[in-house]
Nanobody, 126 residues
Framework: QVQLVESGGGLVQAGDSLRLACAAS????????MGWFRQPPGKEREFVAG????????YYVASVKGRFSISRDNAKNTMYLQMNSLKPEDTAVYYC???????????????????WGKGTLLTVSS
């Protein structure tokens, strides 16, 4: 069993930067491909970024590429999402997700996720 807890959300202004964190319980964090999803108000949840178990491979959705950076520290059982140049359209509840020994490509459609966090709200004002 893995529990995921997101933190770092809040209210920021357009153009600001913020870092989200996802802390995982358990001793097998390094066996999980990890990812960030978000759900804007009134919209469906969407994939944002994913990172392989080793951290050597990452993938971003086009709307955040070049502005967001995903990373992980397996020694600390924590994944991060550094978000720069934030826009109002980045407003959403951000969720972290884990797939056991999965591929980022598999994670992207939101299916087959083994564990979800409860989310943290980011609001970007214009």
């Amino acid at each position: 069993q893995v529990q995921l807890v997101e933190s770092g959300g809040g209210l920021v202004q357009a153009g600001d930067s913020l870092r989200l964190a996802c802390a995982a319980s358990g001793r097998t964090f390094s066996s999980y491909t990890m990812g960030w999803f978000r759900q804007p108000p009134g919209k469906e949840r969407e994939f944002v970024a994913g990172i392989s178990w080793s951290g050597s491979t990452s993938y971003y959705v086009a709307s955040v590429k070049g502005r967001f950076s995903i990373s992980r520290d397996n020694a600390k059982n924590t994944m991060y999402l550094q978000m720069n140049s934030l826009k109002p359209e980045d407003t959403a509840v951000y969720y972290c997700a884990a797939v056991y020994r999965g591929a980022i490509a598999t994670m992207r459609n939101g299916h087959g996720i083994d564990y979800w966090g409860k989310g943290t709200l980011l609001t970007v004002s214009s």
